[in-house]
């Protein structure tokens, strides 16, 4: 039998009665509120708990009732670890105050560790007390602590006294000296290793990561124990911090043509990291383009250009009248004199190899490595200042970049109209040559490139001392003088500043020639020091550490005038002046090369034949001869 609206339940006394649902619903809601009063209840009594605890362990701490104090942090410790993953956020509380127990005993322990290891304090039986009794709590902390000061021993930064100090009391103590007493038995073994630990550590610290490796892996192999350990973990973090940016620096240098410095870093990063793709398909990228190399004994070819004719349309001009003419190599030219150099076996290289400069006080010199079969070259470019007074000569008015970011000339035509080209100039010629003939470059060597100060830089005027004299030029050649802000020279030291990290980057090295292209040869001390501080503030401050001056005219300073030594200290440690023939040597302190001028006028009224014929490189256009046709 079923009544609409309602349940049937036998009551106390057997009769049937109907429950309607809203009778349900109100003992639902009795049961419910039930339910909740008592979780709030016992809520608040673990609350209360809680918050009673940290106090009371803090007052047993006080006291000296270590056991109780440690037995009040298990029986939380154990509730938190006895609890269901489900429940964990019911336990927050718990953590917070087993941290703050934890926190005191650290707190308590590390100023008995600064007194021990600042004052040579000696244990209390309070202290060893504190220790024993607090197990785990004190334990752990102090035998990582002990660790710390075997690790700092091995580096360096605490001796051998107050280690056995601290060591000896500690193993004295029960639950501690499981931990101490093995690593006392190692610290002789721990000072043998310190040499050796110590320079791997000197190395990491210059970035050299592939020594430090090395001389860690020598170590795992000669010792056991703390320092096997130690150095194991070394090598670890040492391969994670080196692998990205060494591999970065080795396929950078593969980009730059550095192929040989390339093997070289890629070969010990394959011996450290031996199965890695990437490591090996690039030493095999590196190796293909190395050859073999030897000691070279020979002379060693310098040669210096000035700017290039881009237009040769003026220069050629009938009209054209100026001494100049004869001083500047048109692109042509140029490239055709790449061409014959390569094709005669000369490969370039840095002037700075033969010096190593690492001392201020004295040159060491160097063993010149090219590959075999190859004669070394040295090429200089000229006071690339652009001076103004160079313009409607066809030459290029400045640098600028490209938007590939190579360095490119930038010249104006007979008709006005602007032209930006990467081979105006020698710069990109001989960067684009390189990119094709690889081996014309030893190591991604290209050249050296001068400059003055007086006027611009690289076109631009960089600073309020240039002002005038770029004007007088703009003058002099016919066109209007133009108003440069303080905006205007940071902004062009900005253009100067990047172009420069680009050359440097790629293969390119700058010298001085003075700031105002004088004569080193006549002019005096005073004049030699303020020209140094103004090439130095306006000119070197765009760029990094500059080494060489290449002397205006040859006239060069002896290594052993005063005004030498001057340059000498302030950095200037080699030295160009002007020679026909391959020539250099070592002084007191600098290295000297002579530089032979190419140019159309020495290329007519010197013999350079051991390098080129120099008929095969002048314009015919030039020389008035007829120009043949390959069908004739």
Same mark, same amino acid.
């Given at each position: 039998?079923?009544?609409?609206?309602?349940?049937?339940?036998?009551?106390?006394?057997?009769? #049937?009665?109907?429950?309607?649902?809203?009778?349900?619903?109100?003992?639902?809601?009795?049961?419910?509120?039930?339910?909740?009063?008592?979780?709030?209840?016992?809520?608040?009594?673990?609350?209360?708990?809680?918050?009673?605890?940290?106090?009371?362990?803090? /007052?047993?701490?006080? $006291?000296?009732?270590?056991?109780?104090?440690?037995?009040?942090?298990?029986?939380?410790?154990?509730?938190?670890?006895?609890?269901?993953?489900?429940?964990?956020?019911?336990?927050?509380?718990?953590? #917070?105050?087993?941290?703050?127990?934890?926190?005191?005993? +650290?707190?308590?322990?590390?100023?008995?560790?600064?007194?021990?290891?600042?004052?040579?304090?000696?244990?209390?039986? #309070?202290?060893?007390?504190?220790?024993?009794?607090?197990?785990?709590?004190?334990?752990? /902390?102090?035998?990582?602590?002990?660790? !710390?000061?075997?690790?700092?021993?091995?580096?360096?930064?605490?001796?051998?006294?107050?280690?056995?100090?601290?060591?000896?009391?500690?193993?004295?103590?029960?639950?501690?000296?499981?931990?101490?007493?093995?690593?006392?038995?190692?610290?002789?073994?721990?000072?043998?290793?310190?040499?050796?630990?110590?320079?791997?550590?000197?190395?990491?610290? /210059?970035?050299?990561?592939?020594?430090?490796?090395?001389?860690?892996?020598?170590?795992?192999?000669?010792?056991?124990?703390?320092?096997?350990?130690?150095?194991?973990?070394?090598?670890?973090?040492?391969?994670?911090?080196?692998?990205?940016?060494?591999?970065?620096?080795?396929?950078?240098?593969?980009?730059?043509?550095?192929?040989?410095?390339?093997?070289?870093?890629?070969? !010990?990063?394959?011996?450290?990291?031996?199965?890695?793709?990437?490591?090996?398909? +690039?030493?095999?990228?590196?190796? @293909?383009?190395?050859?073999?190399?030897?000691?070279?004994?020979?002379?060693?070819?310098?040669?210096?250009?000035?700017?290039?004719?881009?237009?040769?349309?003026?220069?050629?001009? !009938?009209?054209?009248?100026?001494?100049?003419?004869?001083?500047?190599?048109?692109?042509?030219?140029?490239?055709?004199?790449?061409?014959?150099?390569?094709?005669?076996?000369?490969?370039?290289?840095?002037?700075?190899?033969?010096?190593?400069?690492?001392?201020?006080?004295?040159?060491?010199? /160097?063993?010149?490595?090219?590959?075999?079969?190859?004669?070394?070259?040295?090429?200089?470019?000229?006071?690339?200042?652009?001076?103004?007074?160079?313009? &409607?000569?066809?030459?290029?008015?400045?640098?600028?970049?490209?938007?590939?970011?190579?360095?490119?000339?930038?010249?104006?035509?007979?008709?006005?109209?602007?032209?930006? +080209?990467?081979?105006?100039?020698?710069?990109?010629?001989?960067?684009?040559?390189?990119?094709?003939?690889?081996?014309?470059?030893?190591?991604?060597?290209?050249?050296?490139?001068?400059?003055?100060?007086?006027?611009?830089?690289?076109?631009?005027?960089?600073?309020?001392?240039?002002?005038? +004299?770029?004007?007088?030029?703009?003058?002099?050649?016919?066109?209007?003088?133009?108003?440069?802000?303080?905006?205007?020279?940071? &902004?062009?030291?900005?253009?100067?500043?990047?172009?420069?990290?680009?050359?440097? !980057?790629?293969?390119?090295?700058?010298?001085?020639?003075?700031?105002?292209?004088?004569?080193?040869?006549?002019?005096?001390?005073?004049?030699?020091?303020?020209?140094?501080?103004?090439?130095?503030?306006?000119?070197?401050?765009?760029?990094?550490?500059?080494?060489?001056?290449?002397?205006?005219?040859?006239?060069?300073?002896?290594?052993?005038?005063?005004?030498?030594?001057?340059?000498?200290?302030?950095?200037?440690?080699?030295?160009?002046?002007?020679? @026909?023939?391959?020539?250099?040597?070592?002084?007191?302190?600098?290295?000297?090369?002579? $530089?032979?001028?190419?140019?159309?006028?020495?290329?007519?009224?010197?013999?350079?034949?051991?390098?080129?014929?120099?008929?095969?490189?002048?314009?015919?256009?030039?020389?008035?001869?007829?120009?043949?046709?390959?069908? @004739?």
């Amino acid at each position: 039998m079923s009544i609409s609206g309602g349940n049937i339940y036998k009551g106390l006394n057997g009769k #049937e009665t109907p429950v309607t649902g809203h009778k349900i619903s109100a003992l639902l809601a009795v049961l419910l509120m039930g339910l909740l009063l008592s979780l709030i209840f016992i809520n608040n009594i673990n609350l209360k708990r809680e918050m009673t605890a940290f106090p009371e362990f803090q /007052q047993a701490i006080e $006291r000296g009732d270590y056991q109780e104090a440690l037995q009040m942090y298990r029986v939380i410790h154990d509730r938190v670890v006895a609890a269901d993953a489900s429940e964990s956020d019911k336990y927050e509380q718990d953590r #917070e105050v087993m941290a703050q127990m934890e926190e005191l005993v +650290d707190t308590k322990l590390e100023s008995i560790e600064y007194l021990m290891r600042t004052e040579r304090y000696e244990l209390s039986a #309070e202290d060893i007390l504190f220790m024993n009794e607090m197990e785990e709590l004190t334990s752990s /902390q102090i035998s990582g602590w002990l660790r !710390d000061l075997c690790e700092e021993f091995l580096l360096g930064s605490i001796e051998k006294p107050d280690v056995i100090f601290i060591f000896d009391q500690m193993s004295g103590i029960g639950n501690i000296s499981a931990s101490a007493t093995p690593l006392l038995k190692e610290i002789e073994t721990i000072e043998m290793a310190r040499g050796d630990v110590q320079t791997a550590e000197s190395e990491y610290d /210059q970035g050299n990561y592939i020594k430090a490796v090395q001389i860690y892996q020598e170590v795992t192999e000669n010792y056991e124990g703390f320092v096997y350990d130690f150095s194991v973990s070394r090598v670890t973090d040492i391969k994670d911090v080196m692998y990205e940016p060494m591999l970065e620096e080795g396929e950078h240098m593969l980009q730059r043509f550095m192929f040989y410095s390339a093997e070289t870093l890629l070969s !010990d990063m394959a011996v450290i990291f031996p199965d890695d793709e990437r490591i090996n398909a +690039d030493l095999i990228e590196a190796t @293909s383009h190395t050859q073999p190399c030897e000691v070279y004994r020979g002379s060693v070819e310098v040669l210096c250009v000035r700017q290039l004719v881009a237009d040769t349309t003026r220069i050629y001009a !009938d009209n054209y009248v100026g001494y100049d003419k004869g001083l500047y190599l048109t692109t042509t030219e140029f490239s055709n004199m790449l061409q014959e150099l390569y094709e005669n076996d000369y490969v370039l290289v840095d002037a700075e190899t033969l010096a190593d400069l690492s001392s201020d006080t004295f040159i060491i010199e /160097q063993d010149l490595v090219v590959p075999v079969g190859k004669k070394p070259l040295i090429l200089v470019i000229e006071n690339l200042d652009y001076s103004a007074y160079t313009y &409607n000569k066809g030459l290029c008015s400045r640098l600028v970049l490209n938007e590939q970011g190579q360095v490119c000339g930038e010249y104006e035509d007979v008709n006005g109209d602007t032209y930006i +080209d990467r081979e105006a100039e020698a710069i990109g010629i001989l960067d684009a040559f390189v990119e094709e003939h690889n081996d014309f470059s030893y190591n991604g060597a290209k050249g050296v490139i001068s400059l003055c100060g007086y006027e611009s830089c690289f076109g631009y005027v960089v600073s309020e001392d240039e002002v005038d +004299d770029r004007n007088t030029a703009l003058s002099a050649m016919g066109r209007p003088s133009v108003d440069f802000s303080d905006t205007d020279i940071e &902004n062009n030291r900005a253009v100067v500043s990047e172009i420069m990290d680009v050359l440097e !980057d790629t293969g390119w090295k700058i010298a001085s020639s003075t700031y105002g292209n004088i004569n080193a040869y006549d002019a005096d001390m005073d004049e030699i020091v303020s020209d140094t501080e103004k090439w130095m503030d306006q000119i070197g401050s765009l760029t990094d550490g500059v080494h060489m001056i290449v002397y205006p005219g040859g006239n060069y300073i002896y290594g052993t005038d005063p005004k030498a030594e001057y340059l000498k200290e302030n950095g200037f440690r080699i030295f160009f002046g002007i020679g @026909s023939n391959p020539y250099y040597i070592y002084g007191n302190n600098y290295l000297y090369y002579d $530089r032979a001028i190419i140019s159309p006028d020495s290329l007519v009224n010197l013999d350079y034949s051991r390098l080129f014929d120099a008929d095969d490189i002048l314009d015919p256009e030039r020389t008035g001869a007829p120009v043949v046709s390959e069908e @004739s």
